[in-house]
Nanobody
Framework: QEQVVESGGGLVQAGGSLRLSCTVS????????MGWSRQAPGKPREVVAV???????NHADSVKGRFTISRDNAKNTVYLQMNSLKPEDTGRYFC?????????WGQGTQVTVNS
């Protein structure tokens, strides 16, 4: 099991940017994929972006062109660059590490976008 720790959330005005970071206790090169999900109050958790061990990425339609997931294997860290933020992006953002044996989740970091 990996320890997953997110950081970088905060309060931002609409149109602003934030960069979330996710650090894994072990080597992220051992994971099959890393991803970011988010959950707004009263709504189900949704996958925002995923990056495979080979570097292939996939972003939800709602964030395409605004969010970018990337990884730095040397730092065991995955990033989510969020630009042109909208109030509907508000929520708790969770990082997940997909291993052959299961999925490890972090505690999340809160992102609040004011209009």
């Amino acid at each position: 099991q990996e320890q997953v720790v997110e950081s970088g959330g905060g309060l931002v005005q609409a149109g602003g940017s934030l960069r979330l970071s996710c650090t894994v206790s072990g080597s992220i090169s051992r994971t099959n994929a890393m991803g970011w999900s988010r959950q707004a109050p009263g709504k189900p958790r949704e996958v925002v972006a995923v990056i495979t061990s080979g570097g292939a990425t996939n972003h939800a339609d709602s964030v395409k062109g605004r969010f970018t997931i990337s990884r730095d294997n040397a730092k065991n860290t995955v990033y989510l660059q969020m630009n042109s933020l909208k109030p509907e992006d508000t929520g708790r953002y969770f990082c997940q590490a997909v291993r052959p044996g299961g999925v490890d989740w972090g505690q999340g970091t809160q992102v609040t976008v004011n209009s």
